[in-house]
């Protein structure tokens, strides 16, 4: 057979949270093979550094052991040899997350960038994996789940699977378990939908039917002739747990984490917000299949694994997602135009909630992904803007934008649909795919939609100013008001329970609570005199201040580590925003806009 790189896996203790791996490359490089773990997974811009979970490694070729060397926290040389060189480790799987590994007697899962040893020089030769059943009697009935293209099968899907190269092998995490498992299509290719973890009375016709509708909606999106899906299968890897939110994108599947209480049980037909957000997250990360794993940042064509990789336009393949992953409910007809106003409201008023919007923009906050947005302290709402919530809204003013000026002959689903043709379509089919860069970006913005971008990526890609969607939002009969008809006084901080105890999550800058000193993780501890405390379960800092008016002052008491300190101040109002979307049912013009944008509009349901 052709030339590849052979791996094998299995379950080494379960107790231990250990599998056992090896790699064999048949030519080994004749100065010495370097292999090494990715110090990134692609979708979560963090050095993580998986390396550090390997426990135990050697090298063996013809018989005789090889001598390995490190040469930094994710690379080993082997000593020249010139017959096939098997490497052997052992990682330590214990990430109760989407972006590592976990392993124990109630499943295995785990992502190629904990476990695959990538192979120096040789990253695009094919990729063997013998996926091997531990016979501890806890995985008897264990079976396979993994979108990774299967070559020799064995019993539940153990066995041998194949990948193009390194880049698709990690591309395809894989999870082993007694899990639930159900089979849709959409538009003529395969869906499985697993859910590991105990959750009683499972809906799984319900899942099914709700994500069938969302994946159609989005194939459709992009495909609107041929209803072409991007994949040939596709797999939902949801682990449910009691407390527990987050995904991770790939290019057949996604990795899921959620609470059980979020999903359907038999007999219960309400759409919880819990369900919402879960379909929400569904919705998110199969947009990613066009959005960021085919269409790409150009610093992501290839994926750099060893260090950093800055782009500035995560805002467009994070924030877009996430405008997208609501609007398609509503397109999908899984939730009503009411509903989306509401979550759209909530959206505004956390993006307006952090004076970090006006010292860092969608593009830098992108940039520096690594070092801000996924290392958020204290300080976050003060100093950084998320380019998600921003990134989505960004996306719904350019959308309003595009619509209104071209009386709803273009949209941004055009701008989509084209980036999709030009860059994503036959990224992993043509020779190395090719990504966008922030000029291509803004150029094909104005060539599809016809209108005039520059200024407007000046103000909200590369500025800080807010979006005006109160103005936007007019030519589509939706009214956009804040609703603080009073503003109440209030301390200007984000409260948590710390035990019995209230401390502050957040000061923000500007409020009452920071003009008198008060800083982020003090415990607040009374209120004029009277006890702040979070005994019965929630805090009582709401109910101590609903008492006071604008103006009044107030003497606080807290504990800076193990000091008592005395804050007195002068309380100014909430600048919390309280956003209210309202639809209204003229003119019809408008309506007819509105409809363009959302589906099917509720007053012509
Ligand atoms: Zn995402």
Not at 56 to 61: F, G, T, Y
Not at 87 to 93: G, R
Not at 384 to 408: C, H, M, P, Q, W
Not at 556 to 562: C, E, I, P, S, T
């Amino acid at each position: 057979m052709k030339q590849a790189i052979r791996y094998t896996i299995v379950p080494k203790d379960l107790a231990a949270h250990l599998y056992a791996v090896t790699v064999t490359v048949d030519v080994p490089g004749p100065q010495g093979q370097v292999l090494s773990l990715p110090a990134w997974i692609p979708g979560s811009y963090m050095i993580r550094e998986f390396a550090r979970h390997i426990v135990r490694i050697d090298a063996e070729s013809a018989g005789r052991k090889i001598a390995l060397t490190k040469q930094d926290k994710h690379s080993w040389q082997a000593a020249p040899c010139d017959t096939p060189l098997t490497v052997s480790y052992d990682v330590y799987a214990w990430d109760l997350s989407v972006r590592a590994a976990h392993l124990d007697q109630t499943h295995g899962f785990f992502n190629g960038t904990s476990v695959f040893l990538r192979v120096a020089g040789q990253d695009n030769l094919p990729c063997e994996v013998d996926l091997r059943n531990s016979d501890d009697p806890a995985c008897a009935t264990w079976r396979v789940a993994t979108a990774l293209p299967r070559l020799k099968a064995k019993r539940n899907g153990f066995g041998t699977y194949l990948a193009a190269n390194y880049d698709e092998l990690i591309d395809h995490p894989v999870e082993t378990g007694d899990f639930a498992l159900a089979t849709f299509e959409a538009h003529g290719v395969p869906h499985d939908i697993v859910i590991t973890g105990r959750v009683p009375n499972l809906d799984m016709a319900r899942l099914c039917a709700d994500l069938k509708k969302i994946c159609e909606a989005q194939i459709a999106l992009f495909e609107p002739k041929s209803k072409r899906a991007p994949m040939e299968r596709y797999v939902f890897m949801t682990l449910a747990v009691g407390d527990g939110y987050g995904g991770l994108e790939h290019r057949a599947s996604t990795a899921l984490i959620c609470n059980r209480a979020d999903l359907p049980a038999k007999g219960q037909a309400a759409l919880t917000d819990g369900y919402r957000m879960f379909l929400g997250l569904c919705s998110h990360e199969y947009f990613h299949t066009w959005n960021v794993k085919r269409i790409k940042p150009a610093a992501f064509a290839p994926y750099q694994l060893d260090a950093e990789t800055y782009t500035p336009l995560l805002w467009l393949f994070e924030g877009f997602t996430s405008y997208y992953d609501d609007l398609m409910l509503l397109r999908a007809g899984l939730i009503d135009e009411a509903a989306y106003f509401s979550m759209l409201a909530k959206t505004v008023n956390g993006v307006l909630r952090g004076s970090g919007r006006s010292k860092q923009s969608v593009a830098e906050s992108s940039f520096d992904a690594w070092v801000k947005y996924y290392r958020q302290d204290e300080n976050a709402p003060n100093a950084i803007v998320s380019y998600y919530t921003k990134g989505s809204l960004v996306a719904l003013a350019f959308d309003l934008t595009i619509r209104a000026e071209t009386a709803g002959k273009k949209s941004l689903d055009d701008v989509m649909r084209a980036l999709w043709v030009r860059y994503g379509r036959d990224f992993y089919t043509a020779d190395g795919g090719r990504g966008v860069t922030e000029d291509d970006v803004e150029a094909l913005f104005q060539e599809v939609s016809g209108v005039k971008m520059k200024r407007l990526f000046e103000r909200w890609v590369r500025g800080t100013e807010d979006l005006p969607l109160a103005k936007l939002l007019a030519p589509f009969a939706v009214t956009l008001t804040d609703d603080r008809k009073e503003a109440k006084a209030a301390l200007g901080v984000r409260a948590v329970r710390d035990g019995a105890d209230c401390r502050l999550a957040n000061v923000y800058q500007g409020g009452s609570a920071h003009r008198a000193g008060l800083s982020a993780n003090d415990l607040l501890i009374a209120v004029d005199g009277l006890r702040v405390t979070a005994a019965g379960g929630a805090t009582n800092l709401d109910v101590l201040m609903a008492r006071y008016r604008v103006g009044d002052t107030v003497e606080l008491h807290a504990f800076r580590r193990d000091e008592l300190m005395r804050f007195v101040t002068k309380l100014t109002p909430d600048v919390a925003a309280k956003t209210v979307l309202t639809a209204e049912s003229k003119p019809a013009a408008a309506l007819k806009l509105r409809s363009g944008w959302l589906g099917k509009i509720d007053s012509q349901r």
